[in-house]
């Protein structure tokens, strides 16, 4: 028995860590606030699938905790709370959960990354890019591509190697989408020639039957920032449960502007571009002037709503990309809205925008609203407030970053 004396002593250190880890838990776990949505007026049905995903922070610059959390309509849910593995590799989104639920031997070994995943009635799409990483550079970039036929239960997966990938510096996916039985990848990719960078925007088509990439294109290729300039093309947010024939992107360039107090960064140009997956068509958006100086917020796949601050309160503006016409604009009632904070969330589904206020402390309200996009009218209100709040408090704050509807 004494050859399996190590082994043993192994195992104990590794129950008796586990075991202080639960008891720390346990113990701690009481230190942080409980967080619910407060419901003000309408029905409270209409936030049951919703949930949003925060950081809390406590205490002043100096002596601070944080921890990461998730509040729906039955209240909170702290990550320390959590067992040790979902605390070292992180928790899953709603939809990655549900996804891993569902679909438990497709998602085996499946990333976490939402933009990655493409769902319809027949089909479930995973796309990655897997590379080697030296100390100076990536190397050997290859797609991982997985695809669940649900009519048969067949998966196909296929690893395929990136093309020209001996310029790439760096390659992350943007979406996947699937139109007419070919996978679409859109990615952004690092571009290195000659000493010099590039972001590009490219659209790598694959036939699902056999692997192969069919096409390869470049929407936009843009510099790096030279000196005060800079340029920039981002994918506008879209549901990513949502099968899309369109993308939407907006494209600025601007100017950086050194300042004494607080450096200033100027727009010079800002404009969408549009483009069909199924046809390939590219379209720039002409946008009237009283939608250029407003924040491009969501695409739901047919209609871009635009936001911008007006005596606190949210004024969202439609604006379809069939006719390029302007819908009514509604108005969502927001407490503390300013511009001078995080802009809203938004987020579209059906016929229902989902708002909510990114910041909560002492100072500001976390507002959440539920509105119905064809009609303006508004079907929830509430706030996000801490449940059985102290009598006096130290500074803190909660930062929401992800907005999801299951």
Same mark, same amino acid.
């Given at each position: 028995?004494?050859?399996?004396?190590?082994?043993?002593?192994?195992?104990?250190?590794?129950?008796?860590?586990?075991?202080?880890?639960?008891?720390?838990?346990?113990?701690?776990?009481?230190?942080?606030?409980?967080?619910?949505?407060?419901?003000?007026?309408?029905?409270?049905?209409?936030?049951?699938?919703?949930?949003?995903?925060?950081?809390?922070?406590?205490?002043?610059?100096?002596?601070?905790?944080?921890?990461?959390?998730?509040?729906?309509?039955?209240?909170?849910?702290?990550?320390?709370?959590?067992?040790?593995?979902?605390?070292?590799?992180?928790?899953?989104?709603?939809?990655?959960?549900?996804?891993?639920?569902?679909?438990?031997?497709?998602?085996?070994?499946?990333?976490?990354?939402?933009?990655?995943?493409?769902?319809?009635?027949?089909?479930?799409?995973?796309?990655?890019?897997?590379?080697?990483?030296?100390?100076?550079?990536?190397?050997?970039?290859?797609?991982?591509?997985?695809?669940?036929?649900?009519?048969?239960?067949?998966?196909?997966?296929?690893?395929?190697?990136?093309?020209?990938?001996?310029?790439? #510096?760096? @390659?992350? /996916?943007?979406?996947?989408?699937? =139109?007419?039985?070919? +996978? !679409?990848?859109?990615?952004? %990719? *690092? $571009?290195?020639?000659?000493?010099?960078?590039?972001?590009?925007?490219?659209?790598?088509?694959?036939?699902?039957?056999?692997?192969?990439?069919?096409?390869?294109?470049?929407?936009?290729?843009?510099?790096?920032?030279?000196?005060?300039?800079?340029?920039?093309?981002?994918?506008?947010?879209?549901?990513?449960?949502?099968?899309?024939?369109?993308?939407?992107?907006?494209?600025?360039?601007?100017?950086?502007?050194?300042?004494?107090?607080? #450096?200033? @960064?100027? /727009?010079?140009?800002?404009?969408? =571009?549009?483009?069909? +997956? !199924?046809?390939?068509?590219? %379209? *720039? $958006?002409?946008?009237?002037?009283?939608?250029?100086?407003?924040?491009?917020?969501?695409?739901?796949?047919?209609?871009?709503?635009?936001?911008?601050?007006?005596?606190?309160?949210?004024?969202?503006?439609?604006?379809?990309?069939?006719?390029?016409?302007?819908?009514?604009?509604?108005?969502?009632?927001?407490?503390?809205?300013?511009?001078?904070?995080?802009?809203?969330?938004?987020?579209?589904?059906?016929?229902?925008?989902?708002?909510?206020?990114? @910041?909560?402390?002492?100072?500001?309200?976390?507002?959440?609203?539920?509105?119905?996009?064809?009609?303006?009218? *508004?079907?929830?209100?509430?706030?996000?407030?801490?449940?059985?709040?102290?009598?006096?408090?130290?500074?803190?704050?909660?930062?929401?970053?992800?907005?999801?509807?299951?």
């Amino acid at each position: 028995m004494r050859k399996y004396w190590k082994s043993t002593a192994i195992i104990t250190v590794i129950v008796l860590s586990i075991g202080a880890f639960y008891v720390n838990s346990a113990m701690s776990a009481t230190q942080y606030p409980a967080f619910v949505i407060k419901k003000q007026s309408g029905n409270v049905e209409e936030i049951k699938s919703l949930v949003l995903e925060g950081g809390y922070y406590e205490g002043n610059s100096l002596n601070y905790t944080y921890t990461h959390l998730k509040i729906n309509s039955d209240g909170s849910e702290y990550r320390e709370g959590s067992s040790l593995i979902e605390q070292l590799i992180g928790q899953p989104s709603p939809f990655i959960k549900e996804m891993q639920e569902t679909y438990r031997d497709f998602m085996r070994g499946k990333g976490q990354n939402i933009d990655s995943f493409f769902e319809n009635d027949q089909f479930l799409a995973y796309a990655d890019v897997k590379y080697k990483f030296n100390v100076s550079e990536s190397s050997d970039f290859k797609f991982a591509i997985s695809i669940f036929d649900k009519d048969n239960g067949n998966t196909a997966s296929y690893n395929i190697k990136v093309p020209d990938s001996s310029v790439v #510096d760096h @390659i992350f /996916v943007e979406d996947v989408q699937m =139109v007419d039985n070919e +996978l !679409k990848m859109i990615t952004s %990719n *690092t $571009i290195r020639e000659n000493d010099k960078y590039y972001n590009d925007k490219h659209i790598y088509t694959i036939n699902v039957s056999n692997g192969k990439i069919i096409s390869n294109e470049v929407i936009f290729s843009i510099p790096d920032s030279q000196e005060e300039l800079q340029s920039d093309a981002q994918l506008i947010q879209t549901d990513p449960k949502q099968a899309n024939e369109h993308l939407v992107f907006l494209k600025t360039e601007s100017k950086f502007i050194p300042q004494e107090e607080s #450096d200033r @960064i100027d /727009v010079l140009s800002k404009k969408l =571009v549009s483009y069909n +997956l !199924k046809t390939k068509e590219i %379209n *720039t $958006i002409e946008l009237s002037e009283n939608l250029k100086d407003k924040q491009v917020s969501f695409f739901d796949g047919s209609t871009i709503y635009f936001t911008e601050f007006s005596e606190q309160k949210l004024v969202v503006t439609p604006l379809s990309i069939e006719n390029n016409q302007a819908g009514s604009e509604f108005t969502i009632q927001l407490s503390n809205a300013s511009s001078n904070e995080e802009p809203p969330i938004i987020i579209v589904k059906g016929s229902k925008l989902y708002a909510i206020n990114q @910041i909560l402390n002492l100072k500001t309200k976390a507002s959440v609203a539920v509105v119905n996009v064809k009609t303006g009218e *508004t079907l929830y209100e509430g706030e996000v407030v801490r449940k059985n709040t102290p009598e006096s408090m130290e500074e803190f704050e909660l930062f929401i970053y992800q907005m999801s509807v299951k």
